[in-house]
């Protein structure tokens, strides 16, 4: 009698299971990665990659500037392209030159596709280099109208003292 009560049991309790989901492995990811995980990852490679260049020595950094460079001329896609636009907007180095590298991200950054984590990156840089231009503007500008203001105020000091008292 208990063996057919247990074996009940076992049956009811094997029933109720029987609604409940299986667990099972999530599916395999696709073996190639997406364009969006592939420039995910490149811009991430980018970001380490400007860090350790600028920590390098200045003959070091050199080295860096002409293997991008040489990238870039080789295969003048969107990657080598904010590459080398990246180091060369590299602040306190010898090469630094964010006109250029506005100029080399400007097509990559005004695209209207801009969705992609490269070209959003791209965009991030260009407005950043381009709010430091426009800094660097005023800034000389500033300096000229201060420059223009101490020369007036030297020419009235010479008056003064040339004229007879």
Do not use: H
Request: hydrophobic share 40%; with cysteine.
């Amino acid at each position: 009698m208990t063996r057919v009560a247990a074996a009940l049991a076992c049956t009811l309790i094997l029933a109720g299971c029987a609604d409940l989901p299986i667990w099972s492995p999530p599916p395999p990811k696709s073996a190639a990665p997406t364009r969006e995980e592939r420039e995910s990852r490149q811009v991430v490679e980018l970001i380490g990659y400007s860090q350790r260049v600028a920590a390098l020595q200045a003959d070091e950094q050199q080295r860096e500037l002409n293997a991008s460079s040489q990238i870039f001329s080789k295969e003048r896609g969107t990657y080598g392209r904010v590459r080398l636009a990246l180091l060369l907007s590299l602040p306190g180095t010898a090469f630094n030159d964010d006109a250029k590298a506005i100029g080399l991200l400007e097509p990559v950054a005004s695209t209207e596709a801009a969705s992609g984590p490269m070209q959003q990156f791209a965009g991030l840089l260009y407005a950043q280099i381009a709010e430091r231009l426009r800094e660097q503007r005023r800034a000389t500008q500033l300096k000229e109208q201060l420059d223009a203001l101490k020369d007036v105020e030297r020419k009235i000091m010479e008056r003064e003292q040339a004229r007879p008292r």
